[in-house]
């Protein structure tokens, strides 16, 4: 990411502003972007955010996700104790931080829906 922002720098101070970045930076962001996150990478490379999340989604090779489901979770009154799950994918990172619920119920659930899918 570093490099990429060095190129970036470099191509900004030759160039007027408001000037379209070459394919090929936009290219190497997206690939960029996959590693280490979308907002993370528009935010240190000062990049607009939805163009770069749409080169990221339309790169070749790279297949549309299944629309997301909707899914519940309902713990029991009786079940104490806190659960953090952490998922992290090529659109970013999510954390979600479960209180009332423990581990395995969290993977019991988590298994079911990935069952279903």
Request: charged share 25%; glycine share 6%; with cysteine.
């Amino acid at each position: 990411m570093q490099q990429l922002g060095r190129q970036l720098e470099e191509w900004r101070n030759s160039h007027p502003p408001r000037s379209r970045l070459p394919e090929e930076i936009w290219a190497a962001a997206a690939e960029v972007a996959r590693q280490h996150g979308l907002f993370r990478t528009a935010h240190t490379l000062r990049l607009d955010y939805m163009k770069l999340k749409r080169r990221v989604q339309t790169a070749p090779g790279l297949r549309a996700a299944p629309p997301a489901a909707f899914v519940e979770l309902v713990a029991p009154a009786t079940v104490t104790g806190e659960c953090t799950v952490e998922v992290e994918s090529v659109r970013g990172k999510l954390r979600v931080v479960l209180p009332g619920m423990t581990a395995p119920d969290v993977m019991s659930l988590i298994r079911s829906w990935m069952a279903e899918t």
